[in-house]
């Protein structure tokens, strides 16, 4: 599995957001957030998204033209779990079915089960199977045989009942070809996906790792983002080379229409692209910039665009859960 940051072919999204998930009241906002990060990786690469059929009007208005709209129908926008996780090798490429089960039965996702074989059509690549359940904001990779995974999502019942960290690593050198997995606690049942990776830790390159900080003594991510710290700073890649460890600590304070107790207001769900990265911003000026100069720095040759995408942050996510990268 590459990197990230390595070159894509394209971005996939899904124009996804439904009334019974979203609310009347708060749909119009996540759909202007959705499109707003389309058009924002849309300045760096391709941009593939879909959409149902009955929508397209509406997306195309609201995304633009530089996206390109196809055809299908899900059940919510989260892309990056329910969609494949493309993998290369011997010249070809493949994409990975994890078997997505709505976060361990949470939400209906009978329809989104079905997208990463659709993705993986439409891309011409070969599906790979497995009895692993995982969503790819569970993982998080550095192209050169490390991951960084949560317990709390892969060894959880609710979706991998039985399964071990060695079965759970047999499978990931088998499918993605990693050969070291630095394993972080997490924290299950807080959040709709059982504490994903991609919210606490994101490579910046072999053997660099971001981490984000809760600075909130009253957040149960206040202890938890302290363990993982203490755990990457103490934590080797698969070359045996000490990680570097930069941390980058959550906004402490967010603009207010959105904020409640599911607010994911954290720098990490960032998306790496073809020459950009694509981060939040919370209204938190001294936190938004400190975000924003260490993402430059960490990703020389990369333009940093700070989007507020505060309806996806009130659903519990991301720009990075709403998009998956189709490596080149």
């Not at 011997?90 to 079915?97: F, I, Y």
């Not at 993986?120 to 199977?129: G, P, Y």
């Not at 490579?203 to 983002?225: M, Q």
């Not at 975000?291 to 333009?303: I, K, N, S």
Request: a negative charge; proline letters at 5%.
């Amino acid at each position: 599995m590459p990197d990230e940051g390595q070159p894509h072919r394209r971005t996939w999204m899904a124009f996804g957001a439904d009334e019974r998930v979203w609310t009347a009241e708060l749909l119009p906002r996540i759909r202007e957030d959705v499109a707003r990060i389309a058009r924002a990786v849309a300045q760096f690469e391709p941009v593939s998204m879909l959409v149902r059929p009955e929508e397209f009007d509406l997306a195309r208005a609201l995304a633009g033209s530089q996206v390109a709209l196809v055809p299908a129908e899900m059940d919510d926008l989260w892309l990056r779990d329910s969609g494949p996780v493309f993998v290369r090798g011997d010249g070809a490429s493949a994409a990975v079915d994890f078997n997505f089960n709505g976060w361990g039965g949470k939400q209906d996702h009978r329809k989104d089960a079905r997208l990463a074989a659709l993705v993986a059509e439409r891309s011409d690549a070969e599906v790979l199977t497995t009895e692993l359940v995982l969503e790819g904001g569970g993982i998080e990779v550095d192209g050169a045989g490390t991951a960084i995974i949560t317990e709390s999502c892969v060894l959880n019942d609710n979706r991998n009942p039985g399964w071990q960290r060695a079965d759970v690593e047999a499978e990931l050198a088998r499918l993605l070809g990693i050969s070291k997995v630095i394993w972080l606690p997490g924290i299950a049942d807080h959040d709709v996906t059982d504490g994903h990776t991609d919210f606490y830790a994101r490579f910046a390159g072999p053997g660099v790792v971001l981490a984000g900080r809760e600075d909130d003594p009253n957040c149960y991510d206040y202890g938890v983002t302290r363990r993982h710290l203490a755990i990457l700073q103490n934590s080797a890649d698969a070359q045996g080379r000490p990680l570097r460890v930069e941390v980058i600590p959550g906004p402490m304070k967010a603009r207010k229409e959105f904020t409640d107790d599911e607010f994911a207001a954290g720098y990490m769900n960032f998306y790496v692209c073809n020459g950009g990265v694509v981060a939040p911003e919370f209204g938190d000026p001294w936190a938004d910039a400190y975000a924003e100069a260490t993402l430059a720095r960490l990703f020389p040759g990369r333009r940093v665009v700070q989007i507020d995408v505060d309806a996806v942050a009130a659903g519990g996510g991301g720009i990075h859960c709403t998009t998956q990268q189709e490596p080149v």
